[in-house]
């Protein structure tokens, strides 16, 4: 079994972090790796501290992608990063720059590819220690008990992308269509797995440590009270409109997945002015929350307001 992985990392203005997260890499038991990174358009030492690193594990196993040039942001820099990453390779893992990756991360998510068929799209995933700036545990991030699927991902992403771990099939489905307005890259890779009937697996012990600190493009709602307080304080709008975008995106693989075609009626229920029909169509269609608070939430938004139309998809990459 080919057992190369290939990380995908996306670098912007790391120097305070990124040699710890460098560190790691180097670090793991599994050691068939390559790493494709590029830097988003940074301002300090980070290509220098690249440069180091490469010199140390070898300058074949670390690649820069030079194109596009600047800053395109987060999920851009990682679906560029994903598309040009190596045929050879048998599976991607997304890095963040300002993590610590622990050192069985990659064996313990080649241990559930293991276990499924190469031509099955495969998502790995897991819970996170989380940490202050100097690595101080902080607690561990949600665990999610209710099963994944295309019902859970139209709503809620629970791979954080410094977990990711995919195979061929699910990248190649990944990078086929475009990313809606938006949804971030691991939001995205977890929507098109469940989409195209793959398998999600949800690793509930900590394979990283996550670092949180005011320079994190995305952090972690530790609590279901805080991530309740964060929506309330967003209002329906951007939730349902995210929800539009996401079905919006999915559409072009109804012609091959009957899941996603059982899904698309929900566009015209959830735009009808009439909040009991919305309500059922969650309902029919099995839309649901990993939390029951977080479920009942998304109820009373589906109450208050109709679905917006979906917003253009991102170009693909």
């Excluded at 313990?108 to 897991?126: D, H, K, M, N």
Aim: proline share 5%; hydrophobic share 40%; aromatic share 8%.
């Amino acid at each position: 079994m080919n057992k190369l992985v290939c990380i995908l990392l996306s670098v912007y203005n790391g120097r305070l972090f990124l040699p710890a997260q460098l560190k790691s890499l180097a670090d793991q038991t599994h050691g068939n790796w390559v790493l494709l990174w590029r830097d988003d358009g940074s301002q300090d030492n980070s290509q220098q501290i690249m440069e180091l690193f490469a010199d140390e594990v070898g300058r074949h196993r670390v690649k820069q992608l030079l194109e596009p040039k600047g800053q395109v942001g987060i999920t851009s820099s990682f679906m560029h990063l994903l598309s040009n990453a190596p045929a050879e390779a048998a599976f991607f893992a997304f890095c963040d720059q300002d993590d610590v990756w622990l050192p069985e991360k990659l064996t313990r998510a080649i241990r559930f590819f293991e276990t499924a068929s190469a031509t099955e799209a495969t998502l790995y995933c897991a819970r996170q220690m989380l940490v202050d700036k100097n690595l101080s545990p902080l607690g561990l991030s949600p665990n999610f008990n209710r099963e994944s699927g295309l019902g859970n991902a139209l709503v809620q992403n629970i791979a954080t992308g410094c977990t990711i771990m995919m195979n061929r099939e699910a990248r190649r489905h990944v990078i086929s269509a475009a990313a809606p307005q938006g949804t971030l890259h691991d939001h995205w890779t977890y929507l098109v797995v469940c989409a195209v009937a793959g398998r999600v697996f949800f690793d509930q012990d900590p394979s990283i440590l996550y670092r949180q600190h005011g320079r994190n493009a995305v952090g972690s709602q530790a609590t279901i009270g805080r991530r309740i307080r964060r929506a309330l304080g967003r209002g329906p709008k951007p939730f349902l409109q995210n929800l539009a975008n996401n079905l919006g995106a999915i559409s072009g693989f109804r012609e091959h997945f009957p899941e996603v075609e059982r899904a698309m009626p929900l566009l015209t229920a959830l735009q009808s002015s009439n909040p009991i029909r919305r309500l059922a169509a969650l309902r029919q269609f099995g839309i649901y929350r990993q939390s029951s608070m977080e479920d009942l939430l998304l109820r009373i938004w589906v109450l208050l307001r109709p679905m917006p139309k979906p917003k253009k998809a991102c170009e693909k990459f």
